[in-house]
């Protein structure tokens, strides 16, 4: 059952150094302040996982807090490249960063195959491209029925998992609504669970195309309004895309990053614009 | 500002500009397309989706490569979140693909993962995305706003998305659905319609030569039935400059 608790807190039981760790969402609901906590926190050796990394991940990387990271696409949405991402991968800074790289269709199958309790996913994608040749968790398999072959690729299931939503009760049940991505997958493939949330009510009232995901499958639940800022939260925040376009400038140079990074350790509330 | 000269093929009083031509191009690729998924990525394929769309394609859904199934003037008409495309639109044959190559080989094949070395690149990019499903689940074309021997090169680093001959080498799981359409530029638009799938030259946009095409093109293409790019009609020009992109942000991605 999800207890209630600060997103320090949270943060502190649930994280721990080496863990797998994905915080999803995608263009809505990013949990980037639990991002920014775990920077706090000063965690390392993290391998990330996340269909589309953005700023978020970007700045976890570039503050030394992942070893590893396991996507599909990554970059500044509408703005362009992630720049801490490419100095880790082309110059190792601050640490090195193992990339494992999969198609949108491939990380989303594993996170299906964790979700169900599944070793692994298959699918009909990566063959003829270079992907097998380089990432060693996408295989060949045979169909056993037509002799296909086809991709094979494991099951995600990370040590923890980490979402925005618009609210929960006090029980712990947990609401999302609008563009979701692969959230439920990512909550229910994991050992653990944090979900920031806008706010906790005294009861849910139903959304059009509401999803809930029941406390039982939640560990955490911490009140953060304005958690997932730049990104947005439907029926609470716009989208601050002026954030995304600052964030290119302050990333593009190690000293100025660092400085952001020094306000972040520092609990100044930071935005980038 | 320098403009692509006139064609006696168009009927506008005005100088038409290279980054419309491209928006023509682009929008020529859903030409009988029937009710498909189009999935621009960038501005001048989408800008070319609505004006296809507005015009000789009526059936066309676009989406937004987010949720939202949009009609040509960006207003929501349908739902369609990641599940929904994997239901509705995976299913062969439904969705044309647009995307973006940061390198493209004589053979259609795809890069947009990494310059050099994968583990240790020269350049990260931005990653595969979905390009390993797209190109060998449904029809695929490329954008690239500027032609030039960077981008079409000899051999890809990393293959993202599938191209003719590795689709071949690969069998059936490959080769069955793949459907690499066409490529087009700022300087020409290309295809694969050659005894072995190598890349043809299909026309050059007015003002440009096919010289000038083939030096930017680090391997030999196919000249033998180049045409001219045609020109957008008075409607089409209309539509371009009033109704899909009134505030020319065309000319950003293409500059005259």
Redesign the interface.
């Known amino acids: 059952m999800a207890e209630i608790a600060s997103l320090s807190a949270a943060v502190a039981d649930l994280v721990r150094d080496g863990d797998v760790v994905a915080l999803e969402g995608?263009?809505h609901l990013i949990p980037v302040a639990a991002g920014h906590e775990i920077i706090r926190q000063r965690r390392r050796e993290l391998t990330l996982v996340r269909m589309t990394p953005d700023i978020v991940y970007d700045q976890l990387i570039g503050a030394g807090c992942a070893r590893k990271l396991i996507?599909?696409?990554?970059?500044n949405p509408g703005v362009g490249?992630l720049h801490r991402?490419?100095d880790a991968?082309?110059h190792g800074w601050p640490v090195p960063l193992?990339?494992e790289?999969?198609?949108?269709?491939?990380m989303?199958n594993r996170y299906v195959a964790g979700a169900s309790g599944l070793p692994f996913a298959v699918?009909?994608?990566?063959?003829?491209?270079?992907?097998p040749n380089?990432t060693d968790t996408i295989k060949p398999i045979t169909c056993p029925f037509t002799g296909?072959?086809?991709t094979a690729v494991p099951a995600i299931n990370p040590d923890v998992a980490i979402v925005h939503a618009q609210r929960a009760d006090r029980a712990g049940n947990v609401q999302m609504w609008g563009?979701?991505?692969?959230q439920k997958e990512a909550v229910l493939a994991a050992r653990r669970s944090l979900v920031t949330v806008e706010e906790v009510v005294d009861e849910l009232e139903p959304v059009p195309?509401g999803m809930v995901l029941p406390s039982w499958a939640v560990d955490r639940v911490a009140e953060v309004p304005g958690g997932a800022h730049p990104s947005y939260a439907q029926g609470y925040s716009e989208r601050d895309n002026a954030y995304y376009a600052a964030w290119d400038t302050i990333s593009r140079d190690r000293d100025e990053f660092e400085r952001w990074v020094e306000r972040v350790r520092s609990g100044e509330v930071v935005r980038a614009s | 500002m320098t403009t692509a000269r006139r064609s006696e093929s168009s009927d506008n009083g005005d100088d038409v500009t290279r980054a419309e031509v491209a928006v023509v191009a682009c929008a020529e690729l859903f030409r009988d397309a029937g009710e498909i998924v189009a999935s621009p990525m960038g501005l001048i394929p989408s800008l070319g989706a609505k004006l296809a769309r507005l015009t000789f394609a009526p059936g066309l859904l676009l989406s937004d490569g987010e949720a939202y199934l949009l009609d040509a003037d960006g207003q929501v008409e349908g739902w369609q979140p990641f599940k929904k495309v994997l239901d509705v639109v995976v299913p062969h044959g439904t969705r044309h693909v647009v995307m973006g190559a940061n390198q493209i080989d004589r053979f259609g094949n795809q890069n947009i993962s990494a310059i050099g070395d994968h583990a240790r690149p020269d350049r990260q990019l931005l990653g595969v995305r979905g390009a390993p499903g797209n190109t060998v689940n449904h029809r695929t074309s490329y954008w690239t706003p500027k032609h030039s021997k960077r981008v079409f090169v000899d051999a890809v680093d990393v293959v993202s998305g599938v191209g003719y001959d590795n689709a071949h080498k690969a069998g059936q799981a490959a080769s069955r659905f793949h459907d690499v359409h066409r490529v087009v530029t700022n300087l020409a638009v290309l295809d694969f319609d050659t005894p072995d799938r190598s890349m043809r030259l299909v026309s050059v946009h007015p003002g440009v030569s096919v010289d000038e095409v083939l030096e930017q093109t680090s391997f030999p293409l196919d000249t033998s039935r180049t045409t001219e790019t045609r020109l957008p009609d008075a409607e089409e020009l209309r539509l371009i400059r009033e109704v899909v992109d009134p505030k020319t942000t065309r000319d950003k991605e293409v500059p005259s």
Do not use: K
């Open positions: 995608f263009t996507f599909s696409w990554g970059g490249s991402f490419r991968v082309q193992e990339i790289e999969h198609s949108h269709a491939g989303a699918l009909r994608g990566y063959v003829g491209t270079d992907l380089v296909e072959t086809l563009l979701v991505g692969v195309g």
